[in-house]
């Protein structure tokens, strides 16, 4: 029963490390809290500047509806005609209003004003985000107008949205936070503990304490997987408490999803420890690993976006996977039967990293 003395070694290593300690304890509460309220696409507070050339009563009407709904953020009202590109330029405004009377033959014509959206398309997503919230406001009050009047449309439109109902982009990001915290934490600690024995010359102890490989990578390995699991919890607790988001499926399969990503995290962090010679060597390669992984995950970016030359890159990445099937669950509350190919694949890439990592781990201690 030796590896259980190599298990406490390994988790005294950690507690004597103070930075660690922090990393295992506060980071994942921290930045559940600060990423969910960063990662997020909902777009609030646009500063907008209005231009105000129309003497109709609709003009003003719909101006209050823009000031009130929450979403935008109006910087000035000007009766006076201004250069709208030199005000994008400038940057104290995203988006830029211009109402002006329609006219026809020296008289204003209809009860509404041309209305004109100039935006600044630097951040593109931004832009079509807010062009769809004008668009929406200017069409809701047409709309209103409209049944004052007595008119009843002829076709009326109505939007069923599952799921996600209120369009919150934190409940969409929230799950994905917690895989991408998971992810963080677990494998940077892992790249790293092979590399301190070889700093620290303790390597030939372990090698020489008649314990068999797979109990030394059984007793690197398993503290980790147990801080990872503790992290889950913890970044679970606080993202589902602190912002709200639902859980609709059963966390147990949540549970099963993360062991088995765990375990393809866990060897591939054993990988970067054996083949690094230093631990900030171990800590780039990570780094590079991680984002390379976010970027492909899906979590930011639709997966639909990606070039078909990186596909195959897609296809072995084991953060996308894992993010989908925690979204199933939180999000469509499915259960196993619905998501059991992403589980199988993520399985299977975790059997084939764990089958390399334990190959290379058996090459560096018979050396």
Do not use: C
């Amino acid at each position: 029963m030796k590896i259980f003395y190599l298990i406490k070694k390994e988790f005294l290593e950690i507690i004597r490390q103070r930075e660690f300690l922090f990393m295992i304890i506060l980071a994942p509460i921290l930045q559940s809290i600060i990423l969910g309220y960063i990662v997020t696409t909902d777009i609030k507070n646009i500063p907008v500047g209005i231009i105000d050339l129309s003497s109709k009563k609709a003009t003003v009407r719909i101006i209050n509806r823009i000031s009130s709904s929450g979403l935008f953020k109006i910087k000035y009202i000007s009766k006076v005609n201004r250069d709208v590109v030199n005000e994008l330029k400038r940057g104290q405004v995203k988006v830029v209003l211009l109402f002006k009377d329609r006219i026809k033959s020296g008289y204003t014509k209809g009860n509404y004003p041309d209305i004109q959206i100039f935006l600044d398309g630097v951040d593109s997503n931004s832009s079509r985000i807010a062009a769809g919230y004008f668009n929406g406001i200017l069409k809701n009050h047409i709309m209103n107008d409209l049944r004052t009047s007595g008119a009843v449309p002829l076709v009326k439109g109505k939007s069923l949205i599952r799921f996600n109902p209120e369009l919150k982009s934190i409940n969409y990001m929230g799950p994905g936070i917690v895989a991408l915290l998971l992810t963080i934490i677990t494998l940077f600690i892992t790249s790293i503990s092979l590399v301190r024995e070889k700093e620290q010359q303790t390597m030939d102890t372990l090698l020489i304490s008649k314990l068999h490989p797979y109990e030394i990578y059984i007793g690197k390995a398993l503290p980790m997987g147990i801080i990872g699991i503790i992290n889950l919890f913890v970044g679970t607790l606080v993202t589902v408490l602190w912002f709200n988001i639902p859980v609709r499926g059963n966390l147990i399969y949540l549970f099963i999803s993360a062991v088995i990503y765990l375990a393809a995290i866990l060897s591939y962090g054993m990988i970067i420890s054996v083949f690094s010679t230093s631990q900030q060597q171990s800590l780039f390669f990570s780094l590079f690993s991680i984002i390379t992984f976010i970027l492909l995950s899906g979590l930011f970016t639709p997966l639909e976006n990606i070039p078909i030359g990186l596909k195959w890159i897609v296809k072995i990445n084991p953060l996308g996977y894992f993010i989908r099937i925690i979204r199933e669950i939180f999000l469509k509350g499915n259960g196993i039967e619905y998501f059991y190919g992403d589980l199988l694949s993520l399985g299977l890439i975790a059997f084939v990293i764990s089958s390399i990592s334990i190959f290379n781990f058996k090459r560096l201690i018979s050396k």
